[in-house]
């Protein structure tokens, strides 16, 4: 069963924190603000920063069932809200007529029309079973900057109104208000009304310090050192102008790579072995190598590592 209320930002905090989530002051209280007014959240930042991560916590630590529409483009209704079951209804249709055939009634198609425009002919899909689910759920609208403009205007009135009008059965309204949180690498800008029902939350790239408690939390096991080398070694990376700067869960991966490999320490070698987990594009590859390899050389300096001038980035 899901949670109760939370009654402060400090509890919100916590619990996310005991599923694995190190929100800060921000994020912890927009996801109170959330549970408390009932509102959705929209997150923005770059990709890789713990926007989705959020929603599941949220999910996690309040005891809802996650529903995520993973938006794309060209994305539509029948995709994310509902649709008929055409097949279904044929079938129901050609039965009806079949029984009919020797004793037509005036009122035999209205009873059929009737018959296959019911919950039973519906298709859900997660927009309409976020609202329709009898427990409480999280709502997960991912990367919503993928859609269009027409398909954030579909969604104004599950944002307002928590509730999705379906023409042949009526208006369907949640009986328990989901939490809405939905994501968007800012690849364009989002609509003045989407964002008008929405509370705001920018997730960027943690600090240094703040990277290491996360990496700790998920990877234990590393020498507290190598840790902070590790780190400081990723935020040199992302200083650089990349295609596709490391995230946060590739620099636990990397954590974990080490350990199974069993580094002692990030060296030249090691680092151009195990570069693929960060570094994702070629031309990206041929950058870290030149900036960032050479200055491991040998066992390069055991932390304080420096990221390169502005004017390699």
């Known amino acids: 069963m899901p949670d109760s209320e939370p009654q402060s930002v400090a509890q919100v905090r916590e ?3 005991q599923v694995g989530y190190l929100a800060d002051e921000a994020a912890a209280l927009v996801s109170f603000l959330a549970q408390r007014l009932g509102k959705p959240v929209l997150v923005e930042g770059p990709a890789g920063v713990g926007k989705t991560e959020l929603a599941k916590a949220l999910s996690r630590s309040t005891g809802r069932r996650l529903v995520r529409l993973q938006c794309y483009e060209g994305l539509d209704e029948a995709k994310a809200l509902y649709e008929w079951n055409y097949r279904k209804q044929l079938l129901r249709i050609q039965a009806e007529a079949t029984g009919e055939a020797e004793a037509a ?9 009737g018959d296959i425009f019911s919950e039973d002919f519906l298709f859900t899909r997660p927009l309409l079973e976020a609202i329709s689910a009898e427990e409480a759920v999280v709502l997960l609208i991912d990367e919503i900057d993928k859609t269009d403009q027409e398909f954030e205007a579909m969604l104004l009135e599950v944002l307002s109104d928590f509730q999705i009008s379906i023409p042949e059965l009526g208006v369907i309204e949640a009986t328990t208000r989901p939490i809405v949180v939905l994501t968007s690498n800012n690849s364009r800008e989002l609509t003045e009304a989407l964002k008008r029902r929405c509370l705001y939350l920018w997730l960027d790239y943690p600090s240094v310090e703040r ?9 234990p096991e590393l020498d507290e050192g190598l840790t902070r080398r590790l780190v400081e070694i990723v935020h040199m990376v992302r200083a650089l102008d ?3 700067p490391p995230s946060i869960a590739e620099s636990i991966d990397w954590a974990r790579t080490l350990l199974l ?3 002692d320490d990030i060296d030249r070698e090691t680092f151009e072995q195990s570069m693929s987990i960060l570094v994702k594009h070629r031309s990206d590859i041929d950058l870290v190598a030149e900036r960032v390899s050479v200055r491991l050389e040998g066992n390069g300096v055991t932390g304080g590592l420096t990221p390169p001038s502005s004017s390699g980035s």
């Open 242 to 244: 990349l295609k596709k």
């Open 211 to 219: 990277e290491l408690e996360i990496v700790r939390l998920h990877a």
């Open 261 to 263: 490999i069993g580094a």
């Open 15 to 17: 619990g996310l924190g």
């Open 105 to 113: 009634t005036e009122g035999s198609w209205a009873r059929t029309r």
